[in-house]
């Protein structure tokens, strides 16, 4: 890798320290995205109306740095988090270089699968319910900063953070992926939560356990149940995945499907 280019990598792995830093200290809320169909075909341009050119440029600088962001996810997956490696620094340009051309929407969902699967790894490694629900007020308020102030309550449209990591979590949990879920999961994966992280969490889970069962089972599961537990609701999803990673996976989230595995 030429000097340019370790230059170059060098500073976004020391955005991504500054940027990491930065979130442990504070617990900044997930950035709000927003979607403008074809974005990636313009730019600062002083022909366009007043302020226009300035707001598409900082759109573009905001749909890079999540190219970025899925890039280094990809990298600490591949070879783990940086740790002043060069060979890292290569790994990491070689993954932003292939995400030149990925969409935004793409983008937006392999962030969101990251963030509910580090909450998973979080309740193992902490044996507490707290994780989750910190995630989840992560997702609620990223939500509430970019929802329209006449949007309807019930419009899904208002949440769509919320919404990506509810769809994440059901390919995860639906029972159609790679790993077919055992049918004493059923039983099992309440008992785990209720001796791990407590009573309350397990009342919430045995309230979705019938997510990981028949097709009608997983619909009582979802309608009047996520409205009654409101933000536990989310979170009884990611302590349910949580559960099933300890007895199943060896506690190990790789054993949960990635996004490319989902359909």
């Known amino acids: 890798m030429g000097k340019k280019q370790q230059a170059r990598g060098q500073k976004r792995a020391a955005k991504v320290a500054a940027r990491r830093k930065k979130v442990r200290r504070t617990q900044e809320p997930l950035r709000p995205v ?22 598409l440029a900082e759109e573009l600088e905001a749909v890079e740095e999540m190219r970025y962001a899925v890039a280094e996810i990809r990298t600490v997956r591949a070879v783990g988090p940086y740790d002043g490696n060069p060979e890292w620094l290569e790994v990491l340009e070689a ?10 929407d793409d983008l937006v969902v392999e962030i969101i699968d990251d963030r509910v699967r580090r909450a998973v790894a979080d309740t193992l490694a902490s044996s507490s319910p707290e994780p989750a629900r910190e ?15 006449d949007l309807a309550p019930d419009d899904p449209s208002g949440a769509p953070a919320q919404a ?27 008992e785990w939560v209720r001796s791990t992280l407590g009573a309350e969490p397990a009342a ?25 537990l409101g933000d536990d609701y989310l979170a009884a999803l990611l302590w349910v995945a949580a559960g099933l990673v300890a007895l199943y996976g060896e506690g190990d989230v790789a054993f949960l499907p990635g996004p490319d595995a989902q359909g």
């Open 34 to 55: 927003v979607t403008l169909p074809g974005l990636d075909e313009y730019g600062p341009d002083d022909s366009l109306e007043p302020g226009l050119g300035q707001d």
């Open 95 to 104: 993954n932003v270089d292939a995400l030149a051309g990925a969409e935004e």
């Open 135 to 149: 995630e989840v007020r992560c997702l609620v308020a990223s939500d509430g900063e970019i929802a329209p102030p």
């Open 164 to 190: 990506l990591a509810f769809a994440v979590l059901i390919g995860w949990l639906a029972n159609r992926g790679p790993r077919p879920i055992p049918a004493a999961a059923r039983t099992r994966v309440p």
């Open 204 to 228: 919430a889970v045995d309230r979705v356990i019938g997510i990981l069962g028949s097709d009608a089972e997983r619909a009582e599961a979802i309608g009047p149940v996520a409205e009654e």
